[in-house]
């Protein structure tokens, strides 16, 4: 894959016919999620399209220029004209695809597909998501020599791994970053010889069927089902949210952070992920102004002990965004008041949102197994859910505490109840 720096950008992109071009960071989880997707863009559509990376770290003025200021985010031109919608963050190979078949005629479309072929797999267990719940599962599963697969749109880890530091999972003295600790639960589950299919787009799900159809090709047929796909963070769905996600706002303060060093940034949020991501911006940030619905934090009480000790960051309470807008390179927050009803304006270079999470199941298909009334999948002490053979675990079922510990210990529960059945 090509990489190609401002100097290059003229001759490479505006002179280059039909283009796409991929910002990347380092210590971006979507932007190495991403790169297999695009990697494989490139092999099916490569004749007829150029590919193109760019370091967004080392060429932050061009990144500016072309209005990108989140990673990673995808950019499409032809004839030296930007086309199409840009896409960023946690981007799908659908996505991508749908973008680059609009770039050609139907004939060229109709020749590419037909290079694509079904394939077919078969699995003892087949696991949704590569979160520590998932990871955990796969672990046990082939340490007892049961064939599995372990299936993610993104990389090992869930959340864990974009969360900038975790403090209280047992074994390590001090507080470790959540990429790391992911890394070594992936390793020690491939080290036990299972698969994985990461970076992937799930096409559909069948439970009934155990059948689970990925990137559209293929299609894994399992004896046993566990989901552990998660949860994903809320929006807040006020006017201008969508229209700035990746160009102001952000929901992931490890990818985007670094880029706002000696800025003013403000956080949207109040619980344990909001201050510890707050803090992290810190690092790098001049100013951080929090934004709270209520009269104090709802995080643990040291994560507030270490955030009050913060004198960069101001906490606003009782106060909840109701409009986002852009102006010049700033974005502008409309805050209320919650007790006088005033309406005010809050300048900042960038905005984070990090206000709670909802579980992941819009991807399991049509036949669902039985939830709660927030969504959540409901199971037995073995994690077994009401459909046949289908598990659920980590921070998708219903249970009172969502931690990596209580993930890890589901997915204990739910490898050995099924090994004792395989």
Same mark, same amino acid.
């Given at each position: 894959?090509?990489?190609?720096?401002?100097?290059?950008?003229?001759?490479?992109?505006?002179?280059?016919?039909?283009?796409?071009?991929?910002?990347?960071?380092?210590?971006?989880?979507?932007?190495?999620?991403?790169?297999?997707?695009?990697?494989?863009?490139?092999?099916?559509?490569?004749?007829?399209?150029?590919?193109?990376?760019?370091?967004?770290?080392?060429?932050?003025?061009?990144?500016?220029?072309?209005?990108?200021?989140?990673?990673?985010?995808?950019?499409?031109?032809?004839?030296?004209?930007?086309?199409?919608?840009?896409?960023?963050?946690?981007?799908?190979?659908?996505?991508?695809?749908?973008?680059?078949?609009?770039?050609?005629?139907?004939?060229?479309?109709?020749?590419?597909?037909?290079?694509?072929?079904?394939?077919?797999?078969?699995?003892?267990?087949?696991?949704?998501?590569?979160?520590?719940?998932?990871?955990?599962?796969?672990?046990?599963?082939?340490?007892?020599?049961?064939?599995?697969?372990?299936?993610?749109?993104?990389?090992?880890?869930?959340?864990?791994?974009?969360?900038?530091?975790?403090?209280?999972?047992?074994?390590?003295?001090? !507080?470790?970053?959540?990429?790391?600790?992911?890394?070594?639960?992936?390793?020690?589950?491939?080290?036990?010889?299972?698969?994985?299919?990461?970076?992937?787009?799930?096409?559909?799900?069948?439970?009934?069927?155990?059948?689970?159809?990925?990137?559209?090709?293929?299609?894994?047929?399992?004896?046993?089902?566990?989901?552990?796909?998660?949860?994903? !963070?809320?929006?807040?769905?006020? !006017?201008?949210?969508?229209?700035?996600?990746?160009?102001?706002?952000?929901?992931?303060?490890?990818?985007?952070?670094?880029?706002?060093?000696?800025?003013?940034?403000?956080?949207?949020?109040?619980?344990?992920?909001?201050?510890?991501?707050?803090?992290?911006?810190?690092?790098?940030?001049?100013?951080?102004?929090?934004?709270?619905?209520?009269?104090?934090?709802?995080?643990?009480?040291?994560?507030?002990?270490?955030?009050?000790?913060?004198?960069?960051?101001?906490?606003?309470?009782?106060?909840? !965004?109701?409009?986002?807008?852009?102006?010049?390179?700033?974005?502008?927050?409309?805050?209320?008041?919650?007790?006088?009803?005033?309406?005010?304006?809050?300048?900042?270079?960038?905005?984070?949102?990090?206000?709670?999470?909802?579980?992941?199941?819009?991807?399991?298909?049509?036949?669902?197994?039985?939830?709660?009334?927030?969504?959540?999948?409901?199971?037995?002490?073995?994690?077994?859910?009401?459909?046949?053979?289908?598990?659920?675990?980590?921070?998708?079922?219903?249970?009172?505490?969502?931690?990596?510990?209580?993930?890890?210990?589901?997915?204990?529960?739910?490898?050995?109840?099924?090994?004792?059945?395989?």
């Amino acid at each position: 894959m090509k990489e190609i720096n401002a100097s290059d950008f003229e001759n490479e992109v505006l002179n280059g016919g039909k283009v796409v071009l991929d910002f990347y960071s380092t210590e971006c989880p979507p932007c190495e999620a991403l790169a297999p997707k695009f990697d494989a863009m490139a092999e099916l559509y490569g004749e007829k399209i150029k590919f193109l990376k760019v370091f967004r770290q080392g060429n932050r003025e061009l990144a500016s220029e072309l209005g990108v200021s989140s990673s990673p985010t995808l950019l499409f031109f032809e004839n030296g004209k930007q086309i199409l919608d840009t896409i960023s963050g946690g981007i799908k190979k659908a996505e991508i695809q749908e973008r680059l078949d609009k770039m050609l005629s139907d004939n060229e479309v109709a020749a590419i597909k037909v290079n694509q072929k079904q394939i077919f797999s078969d699995y003892d267990v087949a696991i949704l998501g590569a979160g520590p719940a998932g990871l955990t599962a796969g672990i046990y599963l082939g340490q007892a020599k049961i064939k599995t697969v372990i299936i993610d749109p993104a990389l090992p880890g869930g959340y864990m791994g974009i969360t900038h530091q975790v403090s209280n999972y047992p074994g390590y003295e001090q !507080p470790q970053p959540g990429f790391m600790l992911a890394h070594y639960m992936s390793e020690q589950a491939k080290h036990t010889g299972i698969d994985f299919k990461l970076a992937v787009d799930i096409t559909s799900v069948d439970l009934i069927k155990k059948e689970i159809v990925i990137d559209q090709l293929e299609t894994i047929r399992a004896k046993k089902i566990i989901i552990g796909t998660g949860t994903t !963070p809320n929006t807040m769905n006020a !006017p201008g949210e969508s229209e700035y996600k990746g160009k102001g706002i952000s929901y992931c303060a490890t990818c985007d952070a670094k880029y706002f060093v000696d800025k003013e940034v403000t956080v949207i949020g109040g619980g344990n992920s909001a201050v510890e991501e707050a803090l992290f911006i810190t690092k790098f940030a001049s100013k951080v102004t929090m934004i709270h619905q209520f009269d104090k934090l709802t995080a643990n009480q040291t994560a507030i002990e270490t955030l009050q000790a913060n004198e960069k960051i101001h906490v606003l309470y009782e106060h909840e !965004p109701r409009k986002f807008e852009k102006r010049d390179d700033k974005m502008i927050t409309f805050l209320e008041d919650l007790k006088t009803k005033e309406l005010k304006e809050l300048e900042s270079d960038g905005v984070f949102v990090f206000i709670g999470f909802k579980s992941n199941v819009s991807v399991l298909g049509d036949v669902l197994p039985q939830m709660d009334n927030w969504g959540y999948i409901k199971t037995n002490e073995d994690m077994l859910t009401n459909l046949p053979d289908v598990y659920a675990i980590g921070d998708i079922i219903s249970k009172k505490y969502r931690q990596i510990t209580t993930a890890v210990a589901d997915g204990t529960i739910a490898a050995i109840t099924i090994s004792k059945e395989l």
